[in-house]
Nanobody, 128 residues
Framework: QVQLVESGGGLVQAGDSLRLSCAAS????????MGWFRQAPGKEREFVAS??????????DYADSVKGRFTISRDNAKNTVYLQMNSLKPEDTAVYYC???????????????????WGQGTQVTVSS
């Protein structure tokens, strides 16, 4: 079973950048599909981005709302997945969660139900 710990959240102004990190332990990191979700107050948890296991030959995937601004990456040597967030907007304000799953999926990965493991979340607040 894998444990996930997010870090890097904070309070920034619109247009600023942040990089979130998610450190994984307790599992074989490079065998997990990794993802980021976010949840704003009063809203459902929504998909942000995912990065597949290397052997799958798959590609990174992004929600339309973050395409061109956010970049997900993984460092298998450090058991860490990152979310680089640029040109932040007030509507990006949310708790950001790291997720992991040993499966390989397509668009079904956009649903929180698909993922087996979750971190505790890190708050990102973007002021206007």
């Amino acid at each position: 079973q894998v444990q996930l710990v997010e870090s890097g959240g904070g309070l920034v102004q619109a247009g600023d950048s942040l990089r979130l990190s998610c450190a994984a332990s307790g599992g074989t990191f490079n065998s997990y599909t990794m993802g980021w979700f976010r949840q704003a107050p009063g809203k459902e948890r929504e998909f942000v981005a995912s990065v597949p296991v290397v052997w799958s030959g798959g590609a990174t995937d992004y929600a339309d709302s973050v395409k061109g601004r956010f970049t997900i990456s993984r460092d298998n040597a450090k058991n860490t997945v990152y979310l680089q967030m640029n040109s932040l907007k007030p509507e990006d304000t949310a708790v950001y969660y790291c997720a992991a799953d040993q499966g390989v999926g397509g668009k079904e990965t956009h649903g929180s139900f698909w993922w087996d493991y979750w971190g505790q979340g890190t708050q990102v607040t973007v002021s206007s």
